[in-house]
Nanobody, 125 residues
């Protein structure tokens, strides 16, 4: 059983930056694919970024490419999401998720086994 706790959300002006962090406990952190998802009001949860067990493979949804970086530290059991040049459309609750797998990464929310409680990101125009 893995517990995930996100932090780092907040209110920021358009063009600003935020760094989200997710701390994991329980389980063997390096045995998990990790992902960041977001859900805006009235919308479905969508993938933002994902990373494989070693950090050597990453995925970014098109709308965040070039603005967002996912990184993991297996020694510290953390996964971060650095978000730059934020836009109002980035406003959402951001969730960290883990899937027990050492193969690649996954873009589907249904593939993930464990979820954090979410952290709110609000970007004002």
């Amino acid at each position: 059983q893995v517990q995930l706790v996100e932090s780092g959300g907040g209110l920021v002006q358009a063009g600003g930056s935020l760094r989200l962090s997710c701390a994991a406990s329980g389980g063997t952190f390096s045995a998990y694919v990790l992902g960041w998802f977001r859900q805006a009001p009235g919308k479905e949860r969508e993938i933002v970024a994902a990373v494989n067990w070693s950090g050597s493979m990453t995925y970014y949804t098109d709308s965040v490419k070039g603005r967002v970086t996912i990184s993991r530290d297996n020694a510290k059991s953390t996964v971060d999401l650095q978000m730059n040049s934020l836009k109002p459309e980035d406003t959402a609750v951001y969730y960290c998720a883990a899937r027990k797998s050492v193969w690649g990464y996954s873009r589907r929310a249904s593939d993930y086994d464990y979820w954090g409680q979410g952290t709110q990101v609000a970007v004002s125009s």
